[in-house]
């Protein structure tokens, strides 16, 4: 259980989280390439191992997205964050490891399917999940914008 106790708050380093997004556009090329994949009609004309290949560098280009952001986008500030501030940055920080999960999952489960020579059978599951996914992380990187520009507001003095 979480206590109200902590002494610090989570804040972002805007411009920086703002360019991790902005240079990392392989990831939401890749993103995307999976997405349209998973939305044909019959999505495995291409062989199962290259698709399962490209969804394990897309959970590995989350991994090091997510790394990016926290090392550099995120920091614990004692003081100085509007508190509203500080719990949405806290909470889409937590929803990494809940969306690196996720992934990860997918992508477990496609390898045992693509092992096992079921993939093409499973493919209304794996693209219901990964479409799932897909729409949480979108709300994710929305979020975080609104958070940047949030951060971005507050250092000029929060006036319009
Ligand atoms: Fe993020």
């Given at each position: 259980m ?40 019959v ?42 501030l ?14 690196y ?9 496609a ?26 992380f ?21 006036s319009?």
């Amino acid at each position: 259980m979480a206590t109200t106790t902590a002494t610090l708050t989570v804040t972002v380093n805007a411009a920086f989280l703002q360019e991790i997004k902005e240079v990392n556009q392989e990831l939401f090329h890749r993103l995307s390439e999976v997405r349209q994949i998973l939305s044909r009609p019959v999505p495995f004309t291409m062989d199962g191992v290259s698709f399962v290949a490209k969804l394990a560098e897309l959970r590995d280009q989350l991994a090091l997205h997510f790394a990016l952001e926290e090392a550099y986008g995120y920091f614990d500030d004692p003081v100085f964050v509007a508190p509203q501030l500080g719990r949405v940055a806290e909470s889409l920080r937590a929803q990494h490891r809940e969306l690196y999960l996720e992934i990860s999952q997918i992508v477990e489960q496609a390898e045992r399917h693509q092992y096992r020579g079921q993939l093409p059978s499973w493919t209304v599951v794996l693209a219901g999940a990964f479409m799932r996914f897909h729409h949480r992380f979108g709300q994710h990187e929305s979020r975080e914008n609104e958070l940047i520009q949030q951060a971005y507001d507050d250092d000029l003095g929060g006036s319009e």
